[in-house]
T-cell receptor, first 115, second 117 residues
Framework: AQKITQTQPGMFVQEKEAVTLDCTYD???????LFWYKQPSSGEMIFLIY??????QNATEGRYSLNFQKARKSANLVISASQLGDSAMYFC????????????FGTGTRLQVFP | GAVVSQHPSRVICKSGTSVKIECRSL??????MFWYRQFPKQSLMLMAT?????????EQGVEKDKFLINHASLTLSTLTVTSAHPEDSSFYIC?????????????FGQGTRLTVV
């Protein structure tokens, strides 16, 4: 069975600093996708970044980058130059490769950015 | 990216009544939609997979008679919480399957916050 683990229930970071949110996963599948979503207090799920299991390079999307270490089964999210608007819940998720069907989510990390 | 619209965003109902939540894909056809539930301060848990033109597939522990799913068209799936009770109060959110499209953009609805009093 697939499993996503996020061990940080909460994180604090000062504005303009970088922060790393941890995510480890477990799967016996060879092909899979790893996703990060942001959920503000309004509840919507905002897609941030995706990493495919066969992608050789770490994914980057603007201020977001994914530190993918396949052997260690980790897919940490790095947010550079944090902004106050980054304060939200962040979920790591796993699904089939290159599509968002039937995702399995971690328990989430609440990030708070302070001035 | 594609857009999924979910309605209503918030609903309060009396215990014992039924509530219908709609999930629409606005600019693409979704043969598969997914319904998730999120209790306060918890993660999203998949409830069921909604298949257009056929019965939904429910995850273990989800009562299919309580959470009725209908996917009558390629752009609409509905979740009906029947005889709702306070323990059904939760955040429900749908997503539209990308159907094998090579796409990683998430197609989530805005979510529905259900409160049963």
């Amino acid at each position: 069975a697939q499993k996503i683990t996020q061990t940080q229930p909460g994180m604090f970071v000062q504005e303009k600093e970088a922060v790393t949110l941890d995510c480890t996963y477990d799967t016996s599948d060879q092909s899979y996708g790893l996703f990060w979503y942001k959920q503000p207090s309004s509840g919507e799920m905002i897609f941030l970044i995706y990493q495919g299991s066969y992608d050789e390079q770490n994914a980057t999307e603007g201020r977001y980058s994914l530190n993918f270490q396949k052997a260690r089964k980790s897919a940490n999210l790095v947010i550079s130059a944090s902004q106050l608007g980054d304060s939200a819940m962040y979920f790591c998720a796993m699904g089939p490769s290159y599509n968002t069907d039937k995702l399995i989510f971690g328990t989430g990390t609440r990030l708070q950015v302070f001035p | 990216g594609a857009v999924v619209s979910q309605h209503p965003s918030r609903v309060i109902c009396k215990s014992g009544t039924s509530v219908k939540i709609e999930c629409r894909s606005l600019d693409f056809q979704a043969t598969t939609m997914f319904w998730y539930r999120q209790f306060p301060k918890q993660s999203l848990m998949l409830m069921a997979t909604s298949n257009e033109g056929s019965k939904a597939t429910y995850e273990q522990g989800v009562e299919k008679d309580k959470f009725l799913i209908n996917h009558a068209s390629l752009t609409l799936s509905t979740l009906t919480v029947t005889s709702a009770h306070p323990e059904d109060s939760s955040f429900y959110i749908c997503s539209a399957g990308s159907g094998g499209r090579r796409d990683t953009e998430a197609f989530f609805g805005q979510g529905t916050r259900l409160t049963v009093v």
